[in-house]
């Protein structure tokens, strides 16, 4: 199967910009001209943009303008015009109050400038976390050609002998100097190792995840996930990315093209096979919003279920993604999905063809990396949809960085009502908590945050740690940084600061998970129930003015994406009009 929708040579939407004589034409064309560009570069050859997350204040993305240069080496060879802007970056680890606050900021900004300029497709630039969803959802909601390609993951962090995986090893770390196992001289010595090559996180975290997801989804090149950041062969990628938009610009091959349920299905499975971050629930949701797909939390839970976790990184396993590259990356996965019958082997790509086209041939080069599905890290990956009287619309929890131990768990709620008041009674050595108990914590979500932010994952009391334990059962309506791990219940729908049971949870109360069963209960009667929710006043104003409060007003659940209401679905490329 190749996919051509359009035949060629044919007239481009920035042949109306660049197509003709008039004063507006020879204005359009005469600004651009001042950068030295020749005449004949508008001659109705395929525009592109080149969507750069490019930014000193997102290192993960630091070094995409590099990359830039080989995405426009690709254009000019393949007859395009290539044109490189920026746009909002989401950079995870320096954002306040968290990344998350942003992602519909950069969606809204990738989208409006897609529509108002004069593009006939474009290549997308990521790497941190939020930055991939951000322009997927933008680009879904143009509906131009577009291509991602990723920057490309930090080489392995070495300490000691060890590996350093990001993130992953920051929370061990702090977690074993509140044990009293690791100097905090040690801690800022390993500072270093833990960051040291260009690129995103190096564990299965979130970035890692969603570049997975768009391989998956089909919308980037096959073998784009894994390559390091620093390996030519991300340079080659980025190439050929530049060759292959110029085509589907020609071809017609549009995100609605691509983006379908089975492309979503595909991914679902994937991330359950390599033990993803479950922010990719959110991030696959918002994206499905975008292009009218209507996938459910249910849809996760229902076809994560029996996917093995089979690749074996940090956080759920061992080694990092560099590992991953030479193992045979994604491409392995989805070829071993395929085999199992868990995969739509038509879905269409970007490259013009099915998605089994491109790894059906993938070989496996270390079974420890990529493990055979009788060693799976866990029978039954993916991400967990756990319902209840707790979340009637919801929660999330990821089943292969869990303890076995916890998955089924009755305990005594200890309640932070917020990340502040966590913080204030966590070290307090009188506070009423051991391991048997459930941490709970509220208003973190997308509106309590605001933003909701990665803060699910709360650090255990000092006293616990001091035992030898290194899991309890957590609950918030927070997300989990992934690169995090443990017992941890996310994304509980509705959020309390939008009035969801979690909201009125006590200190005393006793709640059951169940994840076998896929049940949140919090043991009260409904009367009681509904006699605390009549008492329930909103913690949390909205904010006054500014983004914030736009965010405050329009943000939806976690269980359908966290995206703005009135950004669902897609607008199209038309402008409205021209003011020239
Ligand atoms: Fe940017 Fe992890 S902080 S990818």
């Not at 590996?163 to 270093?192: N, P, Y």
Request: aromatic share 6%; charged share 25%; proline share 5%.
């Amino acid at each position: 199967m190749t996919f051509r929708k359009a035949d060629w040579p044919r007239k481009l939407r920035s042949h109306e910009w660049y197509g003709g004589s008039s004063r507006d034409h020879i204005y359009h064309r005469s600004w651009m001209k001042n950068q030295g560009l020749p005449d004949d570069l508008f001659d109705g050859r395929p525009v592109i943009g080149i969507c750069n997350t490019w930014s000193e204040l997102t290192p993960c993305n630091a070094h995409l303008r590099d990359l830039a240069q080989r995405v426009k080496h690709g254009i000019y060879e393949a007859g395009g015009l290539p044109v490189e802007f920026p746009v909002f970056s989401t950079g995870e680890s320096s954002l306040r109050p968290t990344a998350m606050m942003y992602r519909n900021l950069a969606a809204m900004d990738v989208e409006e400038a897609l529509r108002a300029n004069p593009l006939d497709g474009v290549v997308l630039l990521v790497g941190c976390d939020k930055t991939t969803p951000a322009l997927l959802m933008g680009a879904a909601s143009v509906d131009i050609p577009a291509i991602a390609v990723s920057g490309g993951p930090m080489l392995n962090g070495w300490f000691r002998g060890g590996r350093v995986g990001s993130g992953t090893a920051l929370w061990q770390m702090s977690e074993d100097i509140k044990a009293g196992r690791m100097t905090r001289a040690d801690f800022l010595d390993a500072e270093q190792a833990m960051s040291r090559s260009p690129g995103s996180c190096n564990t299965m975290g979130t970035a890692s995840s969603m570049a997975s997801m768009t391989e998956a989804l089909g919308m980037a090149l096959s073998g784009n996930a894994a390559i390091p950041a620093v390996d030519s062969r991300r340079r080659v990628m980025a190439h050929l990315t530049g060759r292959r938009i110029v085509e589907m610009v020609k071809d017609d091959l549009k995100p609605s093209d691509v983006l379908t349920r089975e492309a979503f299905e595909n991914a679902i499975r994937v991330n359950g096979a390599i033990g993803g971050s479950t922010n990719a629930v959110i991030h696959l949701l918002a994206i499905a919003g975008r292009v009218g797909v209507d996938l459910t939390l249910d849809d996760w839970d229902r076809l994560g279920r029996d996917v093995p976790t089979i690749v074996n990184l940090m956080p759920s396993g061992k080694y990092l993604m560099e590992e991953f590259f030479y193992a045979g990356g994604v491409p392995v996965v989805i070829r071993r999905l395929g085999e199992a019958g868990l995969l739509h082997k038509n879905a269409l790509t970007v490259a013009g063809h099915a998605i089994w086209d491109d790894v059906k041939d993938a070989v496996n080069w270390n079974e420890d990396v990529i493990l055979p599905v009788d060693r799976a890290l866990t029978r039954h990956g993916g991400v967990a949809v756990v319902k209840g009287n707790l979340a009637p619309r919801g929660a999330v929890l990821k089943p292969s960085a869990a303890s076995p131990h916890l998955m089924k768990h009755r305990g005594r709620a200890v309640v932070f009502e917020d990340i502040d008041d966590y913080k204030r009674k966590i070290a307090d050595e009188t506070l009423d908590i051991d391991e048997t108990c459930v941490m709970v914590m509220k208003n973190c979500g997308p509106r309590g945050y605001p933003g909701m932010a990665e803060v699910g994952n709360m650090g255990l009391p000092p006293k616990v740690l001091r035992k030898g334990i290194t899991d309890m059962v957590r609950i918030s309506d927070a997300r989990m940084s992934g690169t995090a791990y443990g017992t941890v219940v996310l994304h509980v729908s509705p959020e309390a600061a939008a009035g969801g049971p979690l909201a009125i949870v006590e200190d005393g109360d006793m709640i059951e998970l169940d994840v076998e069963a896929r049940r949140l209960h919090l043991d009260l009667g409904d009367e009681e129930i509904a006699a605390r929710l009549a008492a329930w006043t909103p913690p949390v104003d909205v904010a006054e003015s500014g983004y914030a409060r736009l965010f405050m007003t329009h943000v939806q659940g976690a269980d359908t994406g966290a995206d703005f209401d009135f950004l669902k679905g897609g607008r199209g490329k038309a402008v409205p009009r021209d003011s020239h």
